[in-house]
């Protein structure tokens, strides 16, 4: 399966600012995904990275709110934007082949002051 | 849409005791069922999983079981040990080949030694 790099690890940020978090894959992948998990709770997709072209959102996640980028097969990034103290948690992105075998990055913590 | 719902939300037993977790999922076309492992401040690593052509999976102390009829599947770990010590999810795939999955609320899994 594929290795995933993910940072930052941690971060700490002032409301209102923007943090960019990025994604390499090891290898090329057919799909990447960008998830939430607020603390103590379980993963919730925020959108499907797709290459070369707009992410596709979950209901309650909109563009504005969550840039996502993907140039190419193994590269992708997630802005949290115009950042408040409720958009802290962690944000992992995975990975998978086509197969469903997915891989989770090591995520990003973040604590938004 | 698709919803899975997880029990139990904690489970304590022995060293040596088997520990069972149920899941049951909603939209009958989800055909690809796996768990994730977490550890405290770790990613969710993929343990087993399971496709819906299947009934039964076993991998040495780790097994799951789908019903399909019953739209619900479980995770068994025999012979616990204390580092099978950890948050377990459960999770399904949304139908429409789109590679999203829905996860489970989650089991925080305690073996006391």
């Known amino acids: 399966s594929a290795v995933i790099s993910q940072k930052p690890s941690r971060d700490i940020c002032q409301r209102g600012t923007s943090l960019t978090i990025q994604c390499q894959v090891d290898s090329q992948v057919t799909m990447m995904f960008w998830y939430r998990q607020q603390p103590g709770q379980s993963l919730t997709l925020i959108a499907t990275a797709n290459q070369g072209s707009e992410a596709t959102y979950e209901s309650g996640f909109v563009i504005d709110k969550f840039p996502i980028s993907r140039p190419n097969l193994t590269f992708s990034t997630l802005t949290v934007s115009n950042m408040s103290p409720e958009d802290s948690s962690i944000y992992l992105c995975?990975?998978?082949?086509?197969?469903?075998?997915?891989?989770f990055g090591s995520g990003t913590r973040l604590t938004v002051v | 849409g698709e919803n899975v719902e997880q029990h139990p939300s904690t489970l304590s037993v022995q060293e040596g005791d088997s520990a069972v977790i149920k899941c049951t999922y909603s939209d009958s076309a989800s055909n690809y069922f796996p768990w994730y492992k977490q550890e405290l401040g770790k990613r969710p690593q993929l343990i087993i999983d399971i496709r819906s052509n299947v009934g039964e999976k076993k991998d040495q102390r780790i097994a799951v079981t789908l019903n399909k009829t019953a739209k619900h599947f479980s995770l068994h770990i025999t012979e616990t040990q204390p580092e099978d010590s950890a948050v377990y999810f459960c999770?399904?795939?949304?139908?429409?080949?789109?590679?999203?999955?829905?996860f489970g609320q989650g089991t925080t899994l305690q073996v006391k030694p």
């Open positions: 995975s990975a998978t082949g086509g197969a469903y075998g997915y891989t």
């Open positions: 999770a399904a795939s949304i139908p429409g080949n789109t590679g999203k999955l829905i």
